[in-house]
């Protein structure tokens, strides 16, 4: 729906088409997905341990958006309309995966916290 309603909806779209008429990328659309693909790789070289920083992020908004939103934004929709053992169910899956995702961000902080105090000098057994 978004991408009809933004991008393929009516001749006035609100962003222009990065297609060209033969199906090729236009010359701008090439130039902001390689700025973005440089610009990704320059902050994986110059933030240290971007791996364990997207860990962190990735715990956050991997399971809130694959678990959390989904089942809150269906019984905030059809409240009335499911019977209450598919509300039990989505209540089930918004607390495993919020019990899922804030394992994560613990061990992900830990994780970053351990290599920032190693690369600092700290001995973790002080």
Known sequence: LIER???QGHDLTRFPSCYATDGMLKVWALAVRCLLVVGTLLMAV?????ALLMGFIGSFTGTLLS???PCWFHMKLKWDQISWKIRIWDCIV???GTTCGLI???YSLEGLIEKFRHDLGYDLND
């Open 67 to 69: 678990f959390v939103c």
């Open 5 to 7: 309603d933004f991008f």
């Open 104 to 106: 994560g961000i613990y």
């Open 46 to 50: 110059y933030i240290p341990h971007f």
């Open 94 to 96: 918004i607390a495993l």
